[in-house]
């Protein structure tokens, strides 16, 4: 599996986590269904410009406009977005992939692509010494996006190009004396193309043919295109049997843009102090192939909802209520039903209705006092298993005695104790309501009430 990487000239935004904790998910579930998966995600680390859209008009390359902006160079401006990245994949809990190559350490990979293009007539030299690949020639250019250059060539205006045959001829390698990053190639000093990068670094890794390739929507053209063009050319062999790509990610019902000022980066999110199980659970709740609308609202309904799995594993690790075989039979019904969703294409939002139903029923058995610690162990292990593919780990929560309060909750907690004694339910329920509000919960036990504080 090949998933396009993170280009490190910033910080990855929510938009970039969402394709990433798609592909995580994609390889937690395989794994689960006993497959070894080789997962390659690259670093884009040269090459990637600023426009391209339209199938190549050139601007700048994003990591030598980021290096010029803050007056470093290339390389150190990819070393520290890759350590931020790697930092917020941790925190994501996002499986480490077999191999993370970086497009600049895989230089020569790509000239022998290029001269491969080259020997075989897919592309052309122009007088500047850079290399373009002649899309009129590959038959099959648009078949992944819909995109063929007939349609194209109707319905776009591109600005002539006088070096390249065709204004949709895409850069193999680009000369250009003014870059900050060049490389000795047998065509000119120069560097590579942002499509060829991907290309050469799957085949070396994965092979001429790979199982599956991924990204976001926004790479099926013309990124992906590319890359199905060049590969097959060079090869002669399909590129990938599989693509899966991930729609767009919404802020507040609109496209993420830093001038509508709606552009949110993960790390932003995590210094705020919210969950990044949250964030990664919110990622996951939409199908991928549908638009996920990423509001603050919906993320606090996410810390909910773990704060809601939280305590039903907290309360099964202590349970000791009588054997309950409806619950072990409907534990098998809820293991079905969950990869049955999860086979249908990832059907997230299914398989997450699954845990929820779990979670409400158990719950409803506990306040019963039907939940045995044979019947807990049970659940717990279903619950550790839908949270390893989710990427989600459970916490048991401790729970606090009236010792531990502060001064002024003391003085509520034996106040309410006290109206429970007295039966003055309503007004002791007013006193928990207060609490909830204040993010305390409370659990009323034989040995008296315990608390602690909730993310609600």
């Known amino acids: 599996m090949y998933n396009c990487g993170l280009t490190v000239y910033d910080y990855g935004h929510i938009g970039n986590f969402r394709a990433f904790v798609f592909a995580d998910l994609l390889r937690r579930w395989l794994e689960f269904k006993g497959y070894r998966v080789k997962q390659v995600m690259n670093f884009t680390d040269v090459g990637h410009l600023t426009i391209d859209e339209t199938l190549h008009q050139a601007g700048e390359d994003k990591i030598e406009l980021a290096a010029k902006k803050q007056r470093k160079r290339p390389e150190e401006i990819a070393e520290f977005y890759i350590k931020a990245f790697l930092e917020d994949s941790k925190a994501l809990n996002l499986l480490e ?245 999860m086979d249908d294409d990832l059907n997230t939002p299914k398989a997450l209705s699954v845990i929820f139903r779990l979670l409400s029923d158990t719950n409803r058995e506990l306040q019963a006092g039907k939940v045995s610690r044979g019947d807990a162990k049970l659940i717990l292990n279903l619950l550790e298993k839908f949270g390893w593919v989710f990427g989600l780990e459970f916490r048991e929560k401790e729970w606090l005695g009236l010792k531990e309060a502060p001064p002024w909750l003391r003085k509520l907690l034996e106040r309410r104790e006290n109206l429970r004694k007295q039966r003055k339910f309503e007004e002791a329920d007013r006193i928990r309501s207060e609490l909830r509000k204040k993010g305390i919960e409370i659990e009323d036990t034989k040995e008296g009430p315990r608390w602690r504080k909730s993310s609600s």
């Not at 007539?121 to 038959?139: P, Q, R, W």
């Not at 309950?324 to 809820?334: F, H, I, Q, T, W």
């Open 97 to 341: 992939p077999w191999k993370r190559p970086r497009a600049t350490q895989h230089i020569q990979e790509m000239i022998n692509l290029i001269k491969k293009l080259l020997k075989r007539g897919y592309a052309y030299i122009a007088k500047s010494g850079s290399v373009y690949f002649e899309v009129k020639k590959f038959k099959q250019y648009g078949k992944l996006s819909g995109n063929p250059i007939e349609q194209l060539m109707a319905g776009a205006r591109i600005e002539p190009n006088p070096e390249k045959k065709s204004p949709y001829d895409f850069a193999l390698w680009i000369c250009d004396p003014k870059h900050l990053m060049q490389w000795d190639a047998p065509w000119g000093r120069g560097y590579p193309g942002w499509h060829i990068e991907c290309s050469a670094m799957a085949i070396k890794y994965l092979g001429e043919t790979i199982d599956i390739h991924t990204g976001g929507e926004d790479n099926i053209f013309p990124h992906h295109e590319c890359e199905i063009a060049q590969s097959e050319a060079a090869t002669g062999k399909p590129f990938a049997r599989f693509w899966l790509h991930v729609r767009h990610l919404l802020v507040n019902g609109r496209k993420m843009s830093k001038s509508l000022g709606n552009f949110i980066i993960l790390r932003d999110l995590l210094k705020q102090g919210w969950d990044p199980r949250a964030v990664r659970l919110l990622l996951e709740s939409a199908h991928y192939r549908d638009q996920l609308n990423f509001t603050l609202s919906a993320l606090k309904q996410a810390e909910r909802n773990l704060e809601k799995l939280d305590n039903l594993w907290t309360q099964l690790k202590q349970a000791k209520g009588k054997p309950n075989p409806k619950l072990r039979k409907n534990a098998r019904k809820y293991w079905k039903d969950f990869c049955r969703a």
